[in-house]
């Protein structure tokens, strides 16, 4: 198919165990201790297959997001629940749109949809721009709140005149949900075209695991699910997101509060060193540089790995950098203030 020779493979991340890996917005105090456990108890049923469509955990989530369990769909991470939006509600000769730069997978996963991919530019203020993406009048649009690569959050007001507003589905993507505290998902009752994708891949520490899941109205639910098809998501995910969801809320909470710190940090220290980091409200923070491969090799010989980013629409060379504990924060600021 020429859509998918077209493509290029993935590239995040360089795999070298000796970097701390500040690249790709995970959970960098590690995995939840309940979740731990129900990853070694759930390994020896490892023999038979996972529940279908991720019902065990679909009834976990019901009652963490305040929706009703047939509102739920689960995946193997929400890139498989987006991959599944775009599938069941595009295809060719659809389009979607969204505000670039965002989440760099978006892109790829239309092409897969054989849709059209319709950008915007964001606002001057960093916001979405409600008007332009409604007058697309595109078959989905998709939010990302807070925002990969900048971290920032959309106003509350320009994402309820998107929903208010678009002909077709709204897809609001809140991976990092837990660190903004703010979501849409109890429009998810009401909107019968809103589907709001979150992951266990950031807050939750889950990341190896590939656990996702959306929200959205039960017609939605079912379109994603033929979409998706059975078995997507493996048994030990599930089971250890469970756990998580059950037992570990208050070490994701703390470990939250702890990312928050940590991001203020950073961006403090990036404009004492004379740089203009975007207000982040997520577990990162991008930073616009003169040269983002130049500055992630200086980052690299301190022993950090920071994803680059070259040419951003809009925006230029920057680097956006996940925040952790202390001793990679102490060792963060220390390589970032020697380039002062
Ligand atoms: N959406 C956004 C905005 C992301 O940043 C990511 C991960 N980089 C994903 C979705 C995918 O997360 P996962 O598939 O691990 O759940």
Not at 59 to 81: E, F, H, K, M, R
Not at 108 to 135: E, K, R
Not at 211 to 232: D, M, N, S
Not at 320 to 334: A, E, F, N, Q
Request: charged fraction near 15%; aromatic fraction near 8%; glycine fraction near 8%.
């Amino acid at each position: 198919m020429p859509a998918i020779a077209s493509l290029t493979r993935y590239g995040a991340g360089a795999g070298d165990a000796s970097l701390a890996d500040l690249s790709d917005n995970t959970n960098r105090w590690g995995t939840p201790p309940a979740a731990r456990e129900a990853i070694v108890s759930a390994a020896t049923a490892s023999y038979r297959y996972p529940t279908l469509y991720g019902e065990t955990l679909a009834t976990a989530v019901a009652a963490y997001a305040g929706v009703s369990v047939s509102s739920v769909v689960t995946g193997c991470g929400s890139d498989n629940v987006i991959d599944a939006a775009m599938k069941a509600f595009v295809g060719p000769g659809r389009r979607v749109a969204y505000c670039a730069p965002t989440f760099v997978m978006v892109p790829t996963f239309i092409q897969w949809a054989g849709a059209t991919a319709v950008t915007v530019p964001f606002l001057p203020d960093g916001d979405i721009d409600a008007d332009a993406l409604l007058a697309t009048d595109a078959d989905l649009i998709y939010l990302c709140a807070p925002n990969n690569p900048t971290g920032v959050a959309p106003s509350p007001a320009a994402v309820a005149r998107v929903l208010d507003g678009a002909r077709g589905v709204v897809l609001v993507d809140e991976a990092y949900f837990e660190f903004s505290n703010v979501t849409v998902a109890d429009r998810v009752a009401t909107h019968e075209r809103l589907l709001v994708a979150r992951t266990f891949s950031k807050a939750f520490g889950l990341a190896g695991l590939r656990v996702g899941y959306g929200l959205a109205h039960p017609t939605l639910v079912g379109a994603l699910e033929r979409a998706r098809g059975p078995y997507t998501m493996n048994a030990i995910g599930e089971a250890a997101a469970v756990a998580a969801l059950s037992h570990d809320l208050p070490w994701v909470h703390a470990r939250v509060n702890d990312a928050i710190a940590a991001r203020e940090q950073l961006t403090a220290v990036l404009r004492d060193t004379g740089h203009q980091p975007y207000p982040s409200a997520a577990n990162f923070v991008l930073v616009p540089v003169a040269d983002a491969g130049a500055f992630a090799a200086t980052m690299r010989t301190a022993g950090l790995l920071v994803r680059p980013f070259r040419a951003l629409p809009g925006i230029g060379d920057a680097v956006r950098i996940t925040v952790g504990p202390p001793d990679v924060m102490t060792r963060l600021i220390t390589a970032i203030r020697s380039l002062a």
